[in-house]
Structures are given as structure tokens and as C-alpha cells.
């Protein structure tokens, strides 16, 4: 699941229309506080963030993000229509973020972006997944090797 956080529903709309298109399943929020209190209760593959909102702006939710396990892992892109700057774009990747897109976005280069980011954060848990079961062989055979 995607998780869209924008404090416009007009751009939360619009967004959820085009990744629902390709049958991505869409989670949104209106917040940086409500993606917080998501992002504890769901797991997400993608998280597309908007830089400026009230409140807890982008760079903030992702710097929060990245100091839990539980989502440390998850990529964020950073959506922008104000913070075209360099040191805007600097400081996304600084708090967390895999990419930064300014708008307005090529709907196309952003499904390009979207399906390769989910493809590699799946294969992330996958291997993780692996070398949990890993762990456990490796352990269970130092018991056994033990008795």
C-alpha cells in the first residue's frame, strides 16, 4: 500500500486516481501528524510526502520516520510546488527521502519512480524475511549440535 500525504485534497485526489489506475492500493492523509499515527498502524510500501504543510512539514515526518524500525526502510518520495531550491532538495535526501519531484509532475516519470521504488522496498522485506529464517535455522542447529 502507498500512503499519499498532502495537506490539498485536490492533489491527494488527483494522485490517488492515478496510482489506483494501476492498481496500486492508495492509504492518504491530510497531515504530517496523521501520516505519523498511520505509519504506526499500517505498513506502507511507498510514501509520497509533500514538502509544505502546516504543522509538521515533509522533511519532519520523514526525519521522524527514519529513527523507527518499523519504517526506517520504507521510501519516500518528496512532492514540491513551492521548495524548487537546492537546499530544499538537499535537505529531502538529508531527512530521509529516496527522491524529490517538483511540480508540476510528468505523471508518467512519477509511475516510473512509483513501481520502482514498491518493486525494491518489496524485495527489501523479502530479503530481510529470509534472513530471519535464516537466524532461526543457524540457531536451531547450534541447539542441536550442542545436545
Given at each position: 500500500?502507498?500512503?499519499?500525504?498532502?495537506?490539498?485534497?485536490?492533489?491527494?485526489?488527483?494522485?490517488?486516481?492515478?496510482?489506483?489506475?494501476?492498481?496500486?492500493?492508495?492509504?492518504?492523509?491530510?497531515?504530517?501528524?496523521?501520516a505519523l499515527k498511520k505509519v504506526l498502524k499500517n505498513n506502507y510500501a511507498l510514501i509520497i510526502l509533500d514538502v509544505q504543510m502546516p504543522g509538521i512539514d515533509g522533511f519532519e515526518v520523514?526525519?521522524?520516520?527514519?529513527?523507527?524500525?518499523?519504517?526506517?526502510?520504507?521510501?519516500?518520495?518528496?512532492?514540491?510546488?513551492?521548495?524548487?531550491?537546492?537546499?530544499?532538495?538537499?535537505?529531502?535526501?538529508?531527512?530521509?527521502?529516496?527522491?524529490?519531484?517538483?511540480?508540476?509532475?510528468?505523471?508518467?516519470?512519477?509511475?516510473?519512480?512509483?513501481?520502482?521504488?514498491?518493486?525494491?522496498?518489496?524485495?527489501?522485506?523479502?530479503?530481510?524475511?529470509?534472513?530471519?529464517?535464516?537466524?532461526?535455522?543457524?540457531?536451531?542447529?547450534?541447539?542441536?549440535?550442542?545436545?
Amino acid at each position: 500500500m502507498i500512503l499519499i500525504v498532502d495537506d490539498q485534497e485536490a492533489n491527494i485526489y488527483s494522485l490517488k486516481k492515478l496510482l489506483e489506475s494501476q492498481n496500486f492500493s492508495v492509504d492518504t492523509a491530510l497531515s504530517g501528524e496523521e501520516a505519523l499515527k498511520k505509519v504506526l498502524k499500517n505498513n506502507y510500501a511507498l510514501i509520497i510526502l509533500d514538502v509544505q504543510m502546516p504543522g509538521i512539514d515533509g522533511f519532519e515526518v520523514a526525519e521522524t520516520l527514519s529513527g523507527f524500525n518499523k519504517t526506517k526502510d520504507v521510501p519516500i518520495i518528496f512532492l514540491s510546488a513551492v521548495n524548487k531550491d537546492k537546499k530544499f532538495i538537499t535537505k529531502g535526501y538529508a531527512s530521509g527521502g529516496i527522491d524529490y519531484v517538483t511540480k508540476p509532475i510528468d505523471p508518467d516519470i512519477l509511475m516510473l519512480k512509483v513501481k520502482t521504488f514498491s518493486r525494491l522496498y518489496e524485495q527489501t522485506v523479502a530479503l530481510n524475511d529470509m534472513q530471519q529464517i535464516l537466524r532461526l535455522e543457524i540457531e536451531e542447529r547450534k541447539k542441536r549440535s550442542r545436545s
